[in-house]
């Protein structure tokens, strides 16, 4: 049998599609999720993100990169935005976005900082802030698919009201033994809280999974986050390869 070569197929271009907003959701005082149609939406994985763009009347555009918020089992696409002060994108789409408005967004983007109940073992997340997002989709997937694999969320916040999807963890918590949920608050915390107190540490880290368990592991937040929690967890014993990072920095929001 003979073989001939060919030249490999050029990279698929993302288009540019029409998403449609069907609904909205406030999270907390500064965070919204944006529920879509996507015109042509092919799916995603957990994880993944998209670019949006948006076009003025004067055909002046701003563009930027949300992690997808929904599960792939979703009907509708779900982008959670957190508005960041003096933003050129942001404060458009939490505070003047409204039911029936659309815009240009392209993606899934990404194959690196992926999960899927495909990979069996413990799943284990870690996030500050907004960096929830992208971990939240994995949740979400799990939950729809009913997988049983034990699942540790460790998330960092400034205080109670900047706790994202607050409601759905504690519930998701409740509905599920094999989840295990962690909330830390940085700087006020209210009377009785039972949660960690302050960042997390490498100490609370030494109570997850231990590097035996060959544990998958997601890491999302500012980088400085980031990247004490990796240092921590390679201390640990966890192979840097195994540690997955995901984070974000100052932008013009």
């Known amino acids: 049998m003979t073989v001939t070569e060919t030249a490999a197929p050029p990279a698929r271009r993302l288009a540019w ?72 994108v942001s404060p458009y789409l939490v505070d003047d976005l409204r039911v029936g408005d659309q815009f240009e967004l392209r993606g899934p983007i990404g194959g690196y900082f992926v999960w ?24 979400r997937h799990r939950a729809r698919r009913k997988v049983h694999n034990a699942a540790l969320l460790l998330h960092s916040s400034r205080t109670l009201k900047d706790v994202i999807y607050r409601e759905e963890l504690e519930m998701m918590a409740r509905n599920d033994p094999d989840l295990r949920i962690v909330g830390a608050l940085t700087r006020e915390r209210p009377e009785g809280w039972m949660g960690h107190r302050g ?10 999974f231990p590097p035996g368990q060959d544990p998958g592991i997601y890491v999302c937040g500012p980088t400085s986050f980031v990247e004490d929690i990796a240092k921590f967890l390679v201390e640990l014993g966890h192979d840097p390869l195994a540690v997955k990072t995901e984070r974000f920095g100052p932008s013009g929001g």
């Open 116 to 139: 899927s109940v495909a990979r069996r073992g413990p799943l284990w997340l870690l996030a500050g802030g907004s960096g929830i997002v992208p971990l939240m989709a994995m949740l």
């Open 199 to 208: 960042r997390i540490d490498k100490a609370l880290l030494a109570k997850g």
């Open 17 to 88: 599609r029409s998403a449609h907003v069907r609904e909205i959701v406030s999270e907390n005082y500064r965070v919204n999720s944006i529920m879509l149609q996507v015109d042509g939406w092919e799916g995603h994985l957990p994880g993944q993100h998209v670019d949006i763009r948006l076009t003025s009347e004067d055909g002046y555009q701003a563009q930027r990169s949300y992690s997808i918020a929904s599960s792939p089992e979703d009907d509708l696409l779900t982008l959670t935005v957190e508005r960041v002060e003096n933003g050129e």
